[in-house]
């Protein structure tokens, strides 16, 4: 059975930084697609940056230039760099694993920018 821990969020102020980290069980990590999404109160779930098997990465226009998701194969772990955080960036943060047919979500971390 496959989980994921998500870690590392917190109350951060407007252009500060944060470091999300999520931990995933399981011996298939290095062949697994990983991404993190948020959801805001009030809104959709959407994502926010992915990273597949190869370490090709993709984000959404809203964080590039200011966050980095990066994956330590070796200790089963990925993690999101948020620099130059916006209020607009409040959100609980989800790690998303991918391998084939398989999806397994963490449980959230949450984020707050104050202004």
């Known amino acids: 059975q496959v989980q994921l821990v998500d870690a590392g969020g917190g109350l951060v102020q407007a252009g500060g930084s944060l470091r999300l980290s999520c931990a995933a069980s399981?011996?298939?990590?290095?062949?697994?697609?990983m991404s993190w999404y948020r959801q805001a109160i009030g809104k959709q779930r959407e994502l926010v940056a992915s990273?597949?098997?190869?370490?090709?990465?993709n984000y959404a226009d809203s964080v590039k230039g200011r966050f980095t998701i990066s994956r330590d194969n070796a200790k089963n772990t990925v993690y999101l760099q948020m620099n130059s955080l916006k209020p607009e960036d409040t959100a609980v943060y989800y790690c998303?694993?991918?391998?084939?047919?398989?999806?397994?979500w963490g449980q959230g971390t949450q984020v707050t920018v104050s202004s």
């Open positions: 399981g011996s298939t990590f290095s062949r697994a697609a």
């Open positions: 990273i597949s098997s190869a370490g090709s990465t």
């Open positions: 998303h694993r991918r391998y084939w047919n398989s999806v397994h």
